[in-house]
């Protein structure tokens, strides 16, 4: 078992898992998913449109011809993980995974990288995002000189402003050649903080007491994550809009919770 693994403290992936009904998940993860759902009923409708958007994201960047991604805060594996959907598009596609968490990546390793030519699982932090680019699996299976796309999503907002994830992701754009891509989903709490202030509390109060509270953004810092780039429709977009686009059941406070975009380097 890998050293620091504590299952008394809710940890981000494991709720996450949790709330997607998975099974790699313990008590502390379970009672935190229990306590957000009882805050916000359509969390875990949230948590399958998110899934769902990504799905949507790789398939909508793999039609552009992209054979290559990176993907920075894989979660505990699910169902239709990246280089699934990705093999799905365009067998053979290059994909590596890449999460600061050892248990995270020990499933990762165990369930995901099961074909070595094509998938490869790196054990780093995006806040360094030069040891990410440098690590000699993304160079194995990444070259910088062809298209490719960068995927964190859900993982911005689990970095403080301290720790400049702006930089972080200017960093890993710079490196793409233009043609490339880069797939984001954030946090916002603005609606919440003002309509409900007291379920936005409480559902940071889970996250503080996590492995990795909580650090939602505006929309205009959001924003700045995509300088530079330009999205494709529908946008900086609430993640149920991407995932599906006639849905109805969204409530207005909701709806700009979770914002996903795709965007593409000219
Ligand atoms: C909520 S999960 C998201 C999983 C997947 N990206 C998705 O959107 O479905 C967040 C993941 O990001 C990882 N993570 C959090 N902070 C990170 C960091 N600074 N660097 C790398 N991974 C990080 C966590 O360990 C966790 O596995």
């Known amino acids: 078992m890998p050293p620091n693994f504590d299952t008394s403290v809710p940890n981000i992936a494991r709720i996450y898992d949790a709330m997607l009904g998975g099974k790699d998940n313990f008590a502390a993860d379970r009672d935190a998913a229990d306590r957000l759902t009882e805050v916000e009923p359509l969390a875990p409708l949230y948590a399958r449109q998110h899934r769902e958007f990504i799905g949507r994201a790789v398939r909508l960047v793999a039609g552009y011809g992209i054979r290559q991604f990176l993907d920075v805060g894989t979660g505990l594996p699910t169902m239709d993980n990246v280089h699934q959907i990705a093999h799905r598009q365009a067998p053979g596609s290059h994909v590596v995974y890449v999460d600061n968490d050892p248990n995270v990546c020990a499933h990762a390793r165990a369930l995901l990288a099961d074909d070595p030519?094509?998938?490869?699982?790196?054990?780093?932090?995006?806040?360094?995002?030069?040891?990410?680019?440098?690590?000699?699996?993304?160079?194995?299976?990444?070259?910088?000189?062809?298209?490719?796309?960068?995927?964190?999503?859900?993982?911005?907002?689990?970095?403080?402003?301290?720790?400049?994830?702006?930089?972080?992701?200017?960093?890993?754009?710079?490196?793409?050649?233009?043609?490339?891509?880069?797939?984001?989903?954030?946090?916002?709490?603005?609606?919440?903080?003002?309509?409900?202030?007291?379920?936005?509390?409480?559902?940071?109060?889970?996250?503080?007491?996590?492995?990795?509270?909580?650090?939602?953004?505006?929309?205009?810092?959001?924003?700045?994550?995509?300088?530079?780039?330009?999205?494709?429709?529908?946008?900086?977009?609430?993640i149920s809009e991407w995932a599906a686009p006639n849905l109805s059941v969204i409530r207005d406070d909701l709806r700009d919770t979770w914002l996903g975009a795709v965007a593409r380097k000219p």
């Open 117 to 238: 030519g094509t998938v490869a699982v790196v054990e780093e932090d995006l806040r360094r995002p030069e040891e990410i680019l440098a690590h000699p699996e993304t160079r194995r299976l990444i070259d910088f000189d062809e298209p490719l796309c960068v995927l964190v999503t859900a993982v911005l907002h689990f970095v403080p402003d301290a720790d400049d994830p702006h930089r972080s992701i200017r960093v890993l754009t710079e490196a793409m050649c233009p043609g490339s891509h880069l797939v984001i989903s954030h946090i916002t709490d603005e609606e919440v903080r003002r309509t409900r202030p007291d379920d936005n509390r409480t559902g940071m109060d889970v996250f503080a007491k996590s492995n990795a509270p909580m650090h939602p953004r505006n929309v205009p810092d959001i924003e700045r994550f995509l300088d530079g780039l330009d999205r494709h429709e529908p946008g900086l977009a609430c």
